[in-house]
């Protein structure tokens, strides 16, 4: 529930807290909520009627993940500006600590991207694939996770 809450607080809140009350967050940890004392920033582009992306956003609040959702009803400006190539586009972006995150991506693949900070641009799963966070299907496929650079050029960061 915690996480749920500091999801919809304004960019910036969780980690001002973090900054000015330390000693709140050791408490935290020792109480259950790693994730909350934990949360990166993420912004998410995505559209007010798609539920897929809805669910997406719903599973990296559950994996750690803060920050704030904003609505567009026309992805590809977005998209666009971000530096998502063509070839790996899906229905939503994030973006967190500077790298893109298109698709539905998992949620322990970004937060090992954020530990590890390889020099890409971001992680993306193309498409729609079954089994994959907010397209959970009861016949799942496998999938790539591929990380990009600035320049389109993508390799495999993960196999699901």
Same mark, same amino acid.
């Given at each position: 529930?915690?996480?749920?809450?500091? %999801?919809?607080?304004?960019?910036?809140?969780?980690?001002?807290?973090?900054?000015?009350?330390?000693?709140?967050?050791?408490?935290? &940890? &020792?109480?259950?909520?790693?994730?909350?004392?934990?949360?990166?920033?993420?912004?998410? %582009?995505?559209?007010p009627t798609c539920l897929c992306c809805t669910k997406w956003a719903k599973h990296m609040r559950s994996g750690g993940f803060s920050g704030h959702v904003v609505s567009q009803q026309h992805m590809g400006p977005v998209k666009e500006r971000i530096g998502v190539p063509a070839a790996l586009r899906s229905c939503h972006t994030a973006v967190v600590d500077g790298y893109v995150i298109e698709g539905h991506v998992p949620a322990d693949a970004v937060s090992r991207l954020l530990q590890e900070r390889p020099a890409v641009a971001g992680l993306a799963v193309p498409g729609m694939p079954a089994g994959a966070p907010g397209m959970e299907s009861p016949r799942p496929e496998r999938y790539r996770i591929l990380s990009f650079d600035r320049g389109g050029a993508n390799t495999v960061f993960e196999l699901r």
């Open positions: 529930m915690g996480v749920f809450l500091l %999801f919809f607080v304004s960019p910036g809140v969780a980690a001002r807290l973090r900054r000015i009350v330390p000693a709140l967050w050791r408490p935290l &940890l &020792l109480l259950g909520f790693p994730a909350l004392a934990a949360a990166h920033e993420m912004t998410v %582009f995505m559209s």
